[in-house]
Nanobody, 112 residues
Framework: QVQLVESGGGLVQPGGSLRLSCTAS????????MGWYRQAPGKQREFIAT???????NYAVSVKGRFTISRDNAKNTLYLQMNSLKIEDTAVYYC??????WGQGTQVTVSS
């Protein structure tokens, strides 16, 4: 059973940047599709981005051009670089391995 731990969340002003990390332990990392989702208060969990084992990426329209998903298989770590952050990006961000395992989430708050 894989354990996923997110980090890097925090408070940032609109227009700012954050980089989230998700470290996996307990299972093979490189062979799985990894993804980021988020959930804002009162809303359903929302797809953000995925990256396959060979590095193919897919993004939600709402973040395309602003967010970048990447992975370092040597470090068993998934990243989400978030630029030009907007107030509406405020949410708890979760990483997932193959939509089977999920982390506990990290809070991102965009506020002036």
């Amino acid at each position: 059973q894989v354990q996923l731990v997110e980090s890097g969340g925090g408070l940032v002003q609109p227009g700012g940047s954050l980089r989230l990390s998700c470290t996996a332990s307990g299972s093979a990392f490189s062979g799985y599709t990894m993804g980021w989702y988020r959930q804002a208060p009162g809303k359903q969990r929302e797809f953000i981005a995925t990256i396959t084992s060979i590095g193919s990426t897919n993004y939600a329209v709402s973040v395309k051009g602003r967010f970048t998903i990447s992975r370092d298989n040597a470090k068993n770590t998934l990243y989400l670089q978030m630029n030009s952050l907007k107030i509406e990006d405020t949410a708890v961000y979760y990483c997932t391995q193959d939509w089977d395992s999920w982390g506990q989430g990290t809070q991102v708050t965009v506020s002036s």
